[in-house]
């Protein structure tokens, strides 16, 4: 049922468990809270939500029902619905509503570049000025209720401004991470079909220079041929060394950010929408197919993604918090973009790398902005512990309050070196499960109430009410291992995949009727402890990432060598899972090839999809494991990529079993 993932150890006890601390004014203190509250979020979500919804602005409250779904794809369409009839704006209640309550002068945003030495202080009044400026901008453009924007910009203040000013005008972001390619923005573009786009003119990450606006010049040549145009592109000069002379330009396409975006008045008025309407999209890799646009809307997300923010990461004002993720994931989407700012939250926004120019730079931004609350991802903790303990230990870290992780299982070991060497043995980790589907946390400890088990999620947040399921479909009981399923409705979820409501019940419901399928294993222990074992689907998780394998499979055939491709995870010590591909070349080649063959392959993905792809090994395969229906056998891949050729299993419905013995003639060749 794994696909190859680092797997937790389910035993709990060998690693010890670590009691919650005792914090009186946690937000949540203590298991009785929990219990009273997660109990309550079942028996009576209405009350329990509609409580907490009232802290926000609504300028239209909800009718009775408060909300509705239904998860049987048999019975009805697949619907789900939090706050009917409401109205709110995500801005406002993010930026306007916190001014208004004295926190104008809050620092928002400490930003700190990519070099040293280069930082800059945005309040919360220079940010709502600043999205008002921006969503004027977009106005001009001719951009209005339910029109989408794409937005493709490095983590500088600008980028959360413009998904802000998106949501003050009712339009609808759709955020792509900028190490993307031309490719892959084309295909998003294309999808979305927006009229602006926002990007930057270069970024540096690491010591390297990367023109993002080449890129989306050379995106809109595909979106051309595809049929679509866009009619502006705003360029934020963000070259640094370069002069904007070095830019290539479209004129009456193309506008520097600078200039137009300053000329705006710095207030614009609120677009109130429906609590359903849509606020952003988000591509996501599937399992097979095309990238697919996951779609949130306003109210349940906002209150999902705030509610979360605020007991996971136990906020107070007192607080600075620091999440690592990019804008251009979910992860950036809900606890930089939205969630921090819901709670009027002060954060750090970090442009680099953590180890640039060397291992010592988070922990030195945690000193130099006092961070309290930390939020990263297992491979980045796993790379950081890599350059060993003296990097750490080098910079106080006393600030340091809680510690998060997101986006695969962690492993007990860098779980511990989290919590001893980082945390120096006083900071709670919370390991958070969630998904771009989700929306918000779903399972995951709450800091002052949970006791700690290293490699588990722990337990369900207020309103999440998980389940596991047989193979059959059957629930399972107790201690047991399976799918993970969602039974009901909680307000952050997705609504739907963009322009395709059937592949979003295909992907999530039909399998299942009645529940959400996650896509991901687990098992639950007899504490009722959830221990995230990795995906079932065909989805590689490298270093936080999702990347289906049908894609990268598709973009190395699109090599002129390459006949077919075979793509499963491997273990990866740093990334987590790594991509394993098994390459067959057209007919007529000898194996092995020149050895030049396998870089190219490489730079074909790379520039296809993006080097968060790019191929770890490259397996060559005179022929693959197939079915005599002509189905690739992935179950045997995986067990060569992972070296476990003595449990190939029952191997009798090959069509021909002569192409193991060839394939494993050929590794490391
Ligand atoms: C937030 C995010 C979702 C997939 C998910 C699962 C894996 C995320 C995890 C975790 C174990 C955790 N995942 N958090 N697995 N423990 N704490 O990462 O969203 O990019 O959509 O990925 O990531 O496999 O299904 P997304």
């Given at each position: 049922m794994s696909n190859g993932a680092v797997h937790p150890e389910p035993h709990g006890h060998v690693y010890g468990h670590y009691a919650a601390p005792k914090w009186p004014d946690a937000h949540c203190s203590g298991k009785e809270q929990y219990d009273a509250m997660y109990k309550e979020s079942l028996a009576a979500p209405e009350k329990f939500w509609g409580r907490i919804a009232e802290k926000f602005y609504w300028k239209k409250k909800w009718e009775a029902p408060f909300h509705s779904y239904n998860f049987d794809s048999r019975k009805a369409p697949v619907n789900v619905q939090w706050f009917i009839g409401a109205e709110t704006n995500l801005a406002y209640n993010c930026l306007d509503r916190n001014v208004e309550a004295g926190q104008g002068d809050r620092v928002a945003f400490y930003w700190e570049g990519n070099d040293l030495g280069e930082d800059s202080t945005t309040t919360y009044s220079q940010l709502l000025a600043q999205v008002c400026q921006i969503a004027n901008y977009l106005k001009s453009a001719g951009v209005g209720r339910g029109d989408d924007v794409t937005i493709y910009m490095p983590?500088?203040?600008e980028l959360p401004a413009a998904m802000l000013a998106c949501a003050r005008i009712g339009a609808v972001h759709s955020v792509v991470f900028a190490g993307f390619s031309a490719e892959s923005l084309s295909g998003r573009i294309l999808d979305s079909k927006p009229r602006v786009v926002l990007t930057c003119s270069a970024v540096k990450r690491g010591a390297k220079p990367i023109s993002l606006k080449g890129i989306v010049d050379d995106a809109l040549v595909k979106v051309t041929a595809g049929g679509h145009e866009v009619d502006t592109v705003l360029v934020y000069d963000h070259t640094r060394a370069a002069t904007r002379a070095d830019v290539a330009f479209t004129p009456g396409r193309d506008v520097w950010w600078q200039d137009a975006v300053s000329e705006q008045p710095t207030t614009c008025e609120v677009e109130w929408m429906g609590?359903?309407?849509?606020l952003f999209k988000l591509y996501t890799s599937g399992s097979t197919g095309k990238p697919k646009g996951v779609e949130h809307t306003l109210g349940g997300y906002m209150v999902g993604t705030a509610t979360t923010f605020k007991y996971v990461f136990d906020h107070h004002l007192s607080d600075v918090y620091w999440c690592t993720a990019d804008c251009g994931w979910i992860t950036g989407h809900s606890y930089v973009a939205y969630g921090p700012l819901l709670n009027a939250a002060t954060q750090v926004l970090f442009e680099g790398v953590p180890t640039h120019p060397d291992a010592g730079r988070a922990w030195d931004i945690v000193d130099k902005y006092k961070v309290s609350l930390l939020y990263t991802a297992p491979t980045a903790i796993r790379s950081l512990q890599s350059f060993g303990p003296e990097w750490v230990k080098k910079?106080?870290?006393?600030?340091?309050?809680i510690l998060g992780s997101v986006g695969e299982p962690i492993n007990p070991e860098a779980w511990l070196w989290y919590h001893d060497v980082v945390g120096g043995g006083r900071c709670p980790i919370v390991d958070t499960w969630w998904q771009t589907e989700t929306g918000a946390h779903m399972i995951t400890p709450l800091p002052g109430a949970t006791t700690l088990v290293p490699g588990s999620a722990t337990l369900p947040f207020f309103g999440v009410e998980p389940a596991v399921l047989s193979e059959k479909g059957e629930e399972l009981q107790g201690e047991c291992e399976g799918y993970l399923v969602i039974k009901r409705a909680w307000p952050?979820?997705?609504?739907?995949?963009s322009g395709d409501h059937a592949r979003f019940e295909a992907t999530?419901?039909?399998?299942?009727?009645g529940y959400y399928f996650t896509g991901d294993g687990c098992r639950r222990d007899k504490d009722g402890y959830y221990w995230l074992i990795g995906r079932v689907d065909d989805v590689i998780n490298v270093s936080g990432h999702r990347i289906g394998t049908a894609e990268v499979e598709g973009a190395l055939t699109q090599h002129d060598r390459c006949a077919e491709a075979a793509v499963v995870p491997m273990e990866h010590p740093i990334k987590g899972q790594g991509i394993y591909a098994f390459v067959t070349l057209m007919q007529g080649t000898e194996y092995p090839p020149p050895p030049a063959l396998k870089k190219e392959l490489v730079a074909t993905v790379r520039e296809v999809i993006g080097p968060i792809a790019t191929p770890d090994v490259i397996h060559w395969a005179p022929g693959l494991p197939k079915t005599r229906s002509g189905k690739i056998m992935r179950r045997i891949l995986r067990k060569i990529a992972s070296k476990e050729e003595d449990s190939l299993g029952d191997t009798s419905t090959l069509a021909d079993p002569s192409v193991i013995q060839t394939l494993l003639a050929l590794r490391g060749k």
């Open positions: 983590m500088i203040p609590a359903e309407d849509p910079y106080s870290r006393a600030s340091l309050r952050s979820g997705m609504r739907t995949l999530y419901f039909n399998l299942y009727p």
